[in-house]
């Protein structure tokens, strides 16, 4: 509920749920959509959105004026988002990552993590570094598998750490990274 | 056989006389009631149900100031009553034909209790004369008419059925002797077999009423609907008598809110009122308004229509009563058709004659203008379909098409008058008020003062609010829409329209 209150003043707008035909009028309602996504996935740090359930978050919909964006809405704000190269559709397009934050930033701070720890030279799981109880207080705690193996790529890049896959397909509990 | 009707016979089969022979009247005076006397009599009787032979015969018959009795035996008695027959007529014997009497039936508005057959096509009963015996049958027709004639029914009724029990009445009897029981037994089932027997069913019955009540609605309607129009006609005058009244009055008085809403008012149920106007209105351009229209003609056309239909109407009527026609009414009648239209017809030119010059000017936009001018005074827009009703209606006849309509209002544009047909965006056709610089656009301004003050519009509210249809006013919203000045809401609700604080951010920040 605290990410509500990051709201914008349109969130309690009417019209906002309701896709403007005029084309400026449009294209200012999705502005002002893109940013309230993303500023409210970055508060509740969500990073997957599945599309079938988005008609049920608080985000889309507003109990207080009785007001929701329907389906089409969804689709359009998503597909701006894409544009705008803050979401990326995977699944199929059934579920998109939002990127409110880049992956070369999710990278960074794991790194530091592992430095601030000592953690470098040795392996953790996915497992470990999204649900463990060492990484609690850690921004990217609860961070989306998909998102994550975003930023090992990135650390890649930059041979900073390493992947290190147990079977031959990804394995979101059993793979690991190694920090150098 | 649906006028002839079973008796009790009882007292006359009790009475131990009236075998069925011989021309004496037998126990039928046991069946007569008080003020009854037989005036004539015949035997070897058959009856006729119009033109079929049936199976009464070798009856006997009696003729009574109310009735004809016919009876066979002690069994079969039944009777019909005079009332029921309009005339009678008289077929003489021919080498194979016994001489007939003919008796012709009134309209029968119920059907008849206890009745030989309950429904009947025909119109008329024979009652034949096996016999032969001319002069039998002459002494009948002569009492017959004589009957007739005196009608008895109307100045000394009497009930025919004193004692009128069931058909199944053998039941008093069975405590009687063998033999009375036994004859008795007779009759109790003669009556109800003939009845089913001639197809006599409860739904033929139930066709026969519905079918009867049917006709004496009708009748009724007919009758109530002529009312009406005369009813219409002295209300419509009354009317007119009374708008005069309250527009001479509210002029004394010199009130102008009052005599707006009077005016207001008469126009809304199209009246012109041109006392009001004159005073009130030098208007926008006064030497447009033309002083015919409405209240020359709604009462006149009124009484003429009626007048002349119910004229015409009885006219036909009083040609055609004779069927068939005689050969002077019918060449008649072809004469006289066209001349009296035609008198008709150049009556009402010559009653019409200022309307006839009036409607010289009939397709200049000047008279719609005219009228137009009025309703737009507060409401700005008005569709074309409502200014071609407001104004016909007003107008009461000499009424416009409505390309017409829309031919007048296409040329405000050109004939620079200060309207202008426009079209919206979905097809919808209005005109509206032309703004100084001729650009003609809605006053967007006064509407965002609505929507601010509002909260929001809907297309409803924005009809009631500004007067105007609700077609106009979604139209209006749309372009307001289009022009960035409105923002929609689609929700269950219906489709509202608020400010568009997307483009136009609002400057007090407090509803939020």
Known sequence: MEALEEAPWEYSFPPFFTLQPNEETRR????TWA????????????NRLVVADAPQMELFSNRAIARSLNADGIRSVLDYLEQRGNLEWIDGGTSCLLIWQSPARWAQLLYDWAVRTGNTDTVCTFYELREGESTESEPFHGIDAEMLRKAVAALQREHKAELIQMNDAPNDLEDGIKFF | MNRWQWIDGRR??????GSGSGSGSGGVHEILVGGEAINASGSNIRLYDGGQQTSFEDGQVALTPYRIIWWRGAEQWMHLELRHVSHVSHTAATFFGSPKLILHFTQLEHPLPRAVAATSSEAMTKISF????ENTVTAFHHGLLAVLAAQMWLTQPID???SCPTPAGGAIHAAGNESNSASTGAVSQAAPVTLTGSGTGGIRR???????SLAAADSSLQEAFSGDLQGLQSKASELLALAAKLSA???DEDNAAISQQLEDYLLSIGIDNPVVRDKQRPAVCPRRFPDSLANRFIPDDLTWKCGYRSFIDNWLKN???????SWPRFAAFFFYTPVVTLIFVLWRAVAAWPARVDSRSLFSPDHILARLTRYMQHNGVLAVTDLYCLYNRARGTELLSPNDVLHACEQFEPMNLPYQLRVFSSGVKAVEARAANGAGQFDHTAMMDMVQAQGYLTAGRLARLKSISAVVATELLLVAETAGWLARDESTEGLRFYPNYFLHPRTVAASA
Do not use: F, H, M
């Open chain 1, 28 to 31: 200012r309602q999705l502005a």
């Open chain 1, 35 to 46: 940013d309230w996504v993303l500023a409210y996935t970055k508060r509740a740090n969500i």
């Open chain 2, 12 to 17: 006359a089969a009790g009475s131990g006389s």
């Open chain 2, 130 to 133: 096996r016999n032969r015996d």
């Open chain 2, 160 to 162: 025919l059925n004193p």
């Open chain 2, 206 to 212: 139930v066709v026969k009423q519905t079918e009867t």
């Open chain 2, 249 to 251: 009055r509210v002029q």
């Open chain 2, 319 to 325: 040609c055609q009563r004779s069927c068939p026609p």
